[in-house]
C-alpha cells in the first residue's frame, strides 16, 4: 500500500471510531469555535450559516481545517488528545506511515505562510508570517496547482521521509483577510503572554518541552477559519468598489447617437478633421479621438478604482467618435464628459446633426451583459500583451510619485526612501505582483514583469 493510501486510511479510520457517542459533544464544541463568531458578526443563525457554507462550496475545506483542529486539542484526562487515545486503542490497526502521520498532524499547529518560489505540481517555498523563522520547501502536487508567488495561506506543515508535506485542510488567504488576521493575532498573543507568564513561572517554562509559540497558535485556530469566513462572505455580497474616470466622475459607458442627412456626412467628416479636439484614429475610416485641450488635475477613488484611456499609452483620451450614414456616435465613460462632448460637437456641426439621444450602462450593467455573452477572440494575445504593458508601463511610472491610501497617503518613491515606511510600499509591490500572477494564471499569457519597480525604488534586496 503506498504512503498516501496509509494516510487516507489513518484518517478515514479515526473518523470513523470518533462517531462514538462520548466523542460528539467534543467535537460539536470545537467546531462551534470556529463558527459562533461568524454567525454572531454576519447576525445569521448556524443553519443559515451552514447553507451559505454549502451553497459556495466551502464545506470541504472548512472542514478540514475544524477536524484537524479537533485531533490536536488536549481535550482528554493527563492532557492526551484524540490521537493519543485513538492509537493507544486502535494503534494496532494502521501502518508505521499511517501511525506517524497521525501523530504529526496531533502535534501540528495551524499558521499563516506566505507564498515566496512555486514549482506548480511539484514544490512551493513557503516563509511563516506568524512565527518567522527560515523559508521551508513543502514538496506538494495537488495543491501547488493554483498557487502563485505571494500568496497568503493557513495550513499545517508536517514532515514526511525528511521532506515537509502540508496535511489536508489548507485555507487561501486573500490580503485583506491576512491583514485583518495578523492584527487579531497580535493582540491575542499579549493576552496569551500574560496568562503564560502568570500561569507558568520561569523554572517550570525551563522544563517544560511545551512551546509557547505553538501553544498559542493551537488556541489562535479558531481565528483563521472565523477571519477567513467573515470576509470571504462580506466579499460575496458587497457592491461593486467605486470606480471613477481620470476626473473622478462616476463610470458609466455612455453612448451618444446624433441623427444627421446622409448627404452632409463628408461636410461633417471635414469640420471634426480641422478640429483640435479631434483626431482622426485611422485614415480610412470615419472614426475620431477626442483629446483634451486641457488636462485636468488627476482625482482618483477614496476607496475603489480610478480607470482613463490612454492613446499610444501615453496621452489621456475622452472619448471616441464614429461617423456611419445617418448616425454620429459618441461614446465616453461618464455622464459629464458625454454632456461635455455633445456641447462641443453641437457647437462644432451647428445645423448638421439633430439632438442626441444618450444611452448609459453601469459597471454592474456591463458585467451582467458580459457574462450572458460568449466572449470573442478579438486581438492577438502577443499585440494585447504589448499594449497592456505599455499602459502598464506608463501608469506605475507616474503611480510611483503619487500619494497612495494604503501607504498612508505617501508616494511609493517616498515609503521606500524611509526606513519605518519601507515594509508598506514592499507589501504593496507584492500585492501589485501577486494580483498579476493571478491574472495571467486566469486568462493564459505572460504576467507583467514589475522587477523594474522594485530596481527603481532600490527594493531588490527585498
Given at each position: 500500500m503506498s504512503k498516501r493510501s496509509d494516510t487516507d486510511k489513518a484518517i478515514r479510520n479515526i473518523m470513523k471510531w470518533l462517531e462514538q457517542p462520548e466523542f460528539q459533544e467534543k467535537h460539536a464544541s470545537v467546531f462551534d469555535e470556529h463558527?459562533?463568531?461568524v454567525c454572531r458578526h454576519l447576525d445569521l443563525s448556524p443553519e443559515e450559516l451552514n447553507r451559505e457554507i454549502l451553497e459556495h462550496g466551502f464545506d470541504g475545506m472548512l472542514f478540514g481545517i475544524m477536524f484537524e483542529d479537533f485531533l490536536s486539542r488536549p481535550l482528554l484526562p493527563d492532557n492526551n488528545n484524540i490521537v493519543d487515545d485513538y492509537l493507544k486503542r486502535r494503534g494496532w490497526r494502521e501502518s508505521v506511515h499511517g501511525r506517524r502521520y497521525l501523530q504529526q498532524l496531533a502535534q501540528s499547529t495551524l499558521s499563516l505562510y506566505e507564498i515566496v518560489e512555486v514549482s506548480p505540481g511539484h514544490y512551493c517555498d513557503v516563509r511563516d508570517i506568524v512565527r518567522g523563522?527560515?523559508?521551508?520547501?513543502?514538496?506538494?502536487?495537488?495543491?501547488?496547482?493554483n498557487l502563485v508567488k505571494w500568496d497568503r495561506i493557513a495550513a499545517r506543515i508536517?514532515?514526511?521521509?525528511?521532506?515537509h508535506i502540508f496535511s489536508g485542510g489548507i485555507l487561501p488567504f486573500p490580503r485583506e483577510a491576512a491583514q485583518s488576521l495578523l492584527k487579531v493575532l497580535t493582540r491575542s498573543r499579549k493576552q496569551f503572554n500574560k496568562e503564560y507568564e502568570r500561569l507558568i513561572d520561569e523554572e517550570t517554562r525551563a522544563l517544560a518541552s511545551v512551546n509557547p509559540d505553538d501553544e498559542f497558535l493551537r488556541d489562535a485556530c479558531p481565528f483563521f477559519t472565523s477571519i477567513w469566513l467573515i470576509h470571504t462572505l462580506e466579499g460575496l455580497q458587497a457592491p461593486l468598489p467605486e470606480m471613477v474616470n481620470y476626473e473622478g466622475d462616476a463610470l458609466e459607458l455612455t453612448e451618444s447617437r446624433f441623427p444627421f442627412l446622409a448627404e452632409q456626412l463628408e461636410e461633417i467628416a471635414l469640420k471634426l478633421d480641422t478640429a483640435a479636439e479631434w483626431e482622426r484614429d485611422n485614415p480610412d475610416e470615419h472614426t475620431w479621438i477626442w483629446f483634451p485641450t486641457q488636462q485636468k488635475k488627476k482625482n482618483k477613488a477614496k476607496n475603489g478604482l480610478s480607470i482613463q484611456s490612454f492613446h499610444n499609452g501615453q496621452h489621456p483620451i475622452s472619448g471616441t467618435l464614429e461617423l456611419s450614414p445617418g448616425v454620429l456616435k459618441l461614446t465616453t465613460n461618464s455622464r459629464k464628459r458625454a454632456q461635455h462632448g455633445q456641447d462641443e460637437l453641437v457647437t462644432l456641426l451647428h445645423g448638421l446633426i439633430g439632438p442626441a439621444l444618450s444611452t448609459i450602462q453601469t459597471p454592474e450593467q456591463l458585467i451582467a451583459e458580459n457574462e450572458r455573452t460568449e466572449p470573442i477572440e478579438t486581438i492577438d494575445p502577443e499585440i494585447a500583451a504589448e499594449i497592456m504593458g505599455g499602459y502598464?508601463?506608463?501608469?506605475?511610472?507616474?503611480?510611483?510619485?503619487?500619494?497612495?491610501?494604503?501607504?498612508?497617503?505617501?508616494?511609493?518613491?517616498?515609503?521606500?526612501?524611509?526606513?519605518?515606511?519601507?515594509?508598506?510600499v514592499i507589501?504593496?509591490?507584492?500585492?501589485?505582483?501577486?494580483?498579476?500572477?493571478?491574472?495571467?494564471?486566469?486568462?493564459?499569457?505572460?504576467?507583467?514583469d514589475s522587477r523594474w519597480m522594485w530596481e527603481e525604488l532600490k527594493l531588490e534586496k527585498y
Open positions: 463558527i459562533a463568531p523563522g527560515d523559508t521551508i520547501r513543502v514538496y506538494e502536487k495537488m495543491g501547488t496547482q508536517l514532515k514526511s521521509n525528511d521532506k502598464l508601463d506608463q501608469y506605475y511610472r507616474e503611480t510611483l510619485d503619487e500619494p497612495i491610501p494604503v501607504l498612508g497617503d505617501k508616494t511609493p518613491r517616498q515609503c521606500a526612501s524611509r526606513k519605518k515606511d519601507r515594509a508598506k507589501e504593496w509591490l507584492k500585492h501589485l505582483e501577486n494580483n498579476e500572477l493571478r491574472r495571467a494564471a486566469r486568462e493564459g499569457g505572460k504576467p507583467y
